[in-house]
């Protein structure tokens, strides 16, 4: 469930003001220069766009968009930068959760209510192949997003490296990794969780300094994302109770 804000001067007042969008969606054939006009904002305010069949536009905003639409967050992104700050501040080893592809609001919305629970600091996601903060996310989250903060990055392997420099550590949850409870994950810590069916990409899983896992007893191979985040994120909170 998306909400969206229609209109030629409804959506340039939401870009030129700094509203939470997901991102901005254009009719293909709308004239050029409101479309050079829409996406020079959209790259100002680095809000991704995409052009659509107008019936397909139509069946996701309404018969009345004028050619333009714009998916509205859940809540405001906050930047990398806010999140490290921030982090910083923390008396206890920050906590942050790099969520790669995630396409389920569902899961996305499971593992935010998980964070914030275990006193995670914070999530990134991609902006792009990735589901945003919409509004079933947030009802599931079950009023975590308005707690933790969310940053959307262009490029999340660059941004894995740029936490590596801050001092923290990287770790991939895998099947096939070690162990979790073997693990020290008691440090400054990113856990890096893939999308489901595709997993970690393999140039961010490279950029990992640990792979961990869940071992699975029974028939079934693996554990639901959102699973899989809840049981690392408490191992966390377990071995930092009992260092």
């Known amino acids: 469930m998306s909400e969206y804000i229609v209109g030629r001067n409804s959506v340039l007042e939401a870009l030129k003001a700094g509203r939470a969008l997901n991102r901005v969606l ?8 409101f479309s050079r006009q829409v996406t020079a904002l959209c790259r100002e305010k680095q809000v991704p766009f995409v052009f659509l069949d107008k019936s397909k536009l139509s069946r996701l905003a309404g018969e009345n968009h004028g050619g333009v639409a714009a998916d509205t967050a859940a809540t405001a992104y906050v930047e990398l930068e ?7 501040k ?3 080893p920050p906590l942050l959760l790099i969520l790669d592809g995630l396409e389920d609001p569902h899961n996305l919305g499971a593992v935010m209510r998980s964070a914030l629970c275990a006193g995670a600091d914070g999530i990134i996601i991609p902006k792009r192949r990735a589901v945003p903060l919409n509004q079933t ?3 599931v989250a079950a009023g975590a997003a308005e707690h933790l903060p969310v940053a959307r990055v262009a490029n999340l392997v660059q941004t894995a490296r740029r936490l590596k420099k801050e001092g923290f550590w990287l770790a991939a949850a895998d099947m096939d990794g070690k162990p979790c409870w073997q693990t020290d994950l008691t440090g400054p810590l990113v856990l890096v969780l893939g999308g489901e069916g595709h997993g970690i990409s393999p140039l961010l899983k490279k950029e990992c300094d640990l792979v961990v896992g869940i071992p699975i007893m029974g ?3 693996s554990l639901n994302v959102s699973a899989a985040a809840a049981v690392l994120l408490f191992e966390v909170v377990r071995q930092k109770q009992n260092p």
């Open 26 to 33: 254009l009719a293909e054939g709308i004239d050029q220069a």
């Open 82 to 88: 806010d999140l490290l700050e921030a982090a910083a």
């Open 90 to 92: 923390k008396e206890h």
């Open 137 to 139: 996310v947030a009802k």
């Open 219 to 221: 028939p079934i191979s």
